[in-house]
């Protein structure tokens, strides 16, 4: 079956999972949320998705584990349905994320992993500003991502194993590293790992050594939620601290002082409810009358992930 198109704006989609983030894209998408999909969850329209008639959807938004999203985008795809897929989407192996991926080009379906920060306001704006050159070069760049969630993930048994917090929070800021920068040079390294509270790990920093040099450190035991950006460069530097959800969110820019002294900085501070979400939903809505598929990130940031979980175990 090929896809079915979306006549005008017309969208019908299923939310299948009605965890934390299938409530928040069942908001977002309103009245074009047709049916929901849970195994479990009370009040859900259906169990299984093979239950829901294929001709009353064109699209669903999954927010389920990762485990089972290989095969339920397969079926989708198969079937020529358009699909947002919660971050991050890993495979048991390099092919079966190529597969998806050719799957969503013969059947001419949307085939999109969420990341939905990418629509950070701020991080908008810094990628603007990179790509007038306003910096110079590049020197390096440390990104804190942290929250306070260790014990809401140790009382998830699909949360708490494999990487932890290494592919939850990890994969956002290797996904800003692609959005922000493109594909760095080297190869990753692991710095530090620690399971302060779970059984996976809690708390991890690695790193990009190079030319651009990029730092990253993630945590579950940051009690107050916290983002930060530092980017340092040639002709002065960028700081992001906190992101929209947690406000305020502040983004400084400094120019350079030569050959020394303190710089001259404008700031701009958001106190906004999250905008991340709306704007994500429609960018798969405008992706949907042309579709493609981001899967070539997936497949970087799952090799990415593979190399940290190697180095883990040496």
């Not at 590049?138 to 942290?146: D, I, K, R, S």
């Not at 070539?296 to 940031?301: E, F, Q």
Request: proline residues 6%; contains cysteine.
């Amino acid at each position: 079956m090929d896809r079915i198109p979306l006549p005008g704006n017309r969208m019908r989609c299923l939310v299948v999972g009605l965890g934390i983030q299938g409530k928040k894209r069942l908001k977002i998408a309103g009245p074009e949320a047709v049916y929901t999909v849970d195994p479990v969850a009370a009040g859900a329209n259906y169990r299984r998705i093979e239950d829901v008639p294929l001709n009353e959807y064109n699209a669903a938004l999954c927010c389920v584990p990762d485990d089972p999203k290989p095969a339920l985008l397969r079926y989708l795809l198969q079937n020529g349905k358009h699909v947002l897929v919660e971050k991050p989407l890993l495979g048991k192996d390099r092919g079966e994320l190529e597969e998806l991926a050719q799957l969503a080009e013969k059947k001419r379906a949307v085939c999109y992993t969420a990341y939905n920060h990418r629509f950070e306001p701020h991080l908008v704006t810094v990628r603007k500003i990179l790509e007038t050159g306003e910096l110079g070069r590049l020197y390096q760049a440390n990104f804190f991502y942290g929250n306070g969630t260790a014990r809401d993930v140790r009382n998830s048994p699909w949360r708490d194993r494999d990487l932890g917090v290494i592919s939850d929070l990890g994969s956002h800021l290797l996904d800003w590293t692609l959005f922000l920068f493109g594909r760095p040079a080297g190869e990753l390294q692991l710095w530090s790992c620690r399971r302060c509270e779970n059984l996976a790990p809690d708390h991890a920093k690695f790193a990009f050594p190079g030319d651009l040099h990029l730092e990253y450190e993630v945590s579950l035991l940051s009690w107050r939620n916290t983002f930060r950006l530092d980017l340092w460069a040639e002709r002065g530097s960028l700081h992001v601290d906190c992101l929209c959800k947690w406000g305020p969110s502040i983004l400084s820019v400094r120019n350079r002082a030569l050959p020394s002294g303190r710089p001259k900085e404008r700031t701009e501070t958001l106190e906004k409810i999250d905008p991340t979400w709306e704007a994500e939903y429609a960018h798969f809505r405008e992706l949907c009358r042309q579709p493609a598929h981001n899967l070539a990130n997936d497949i970087w940031i799952q090799e990415q992930l593979g190399a940290l979980r190697q180095q883990m175990k040496s």
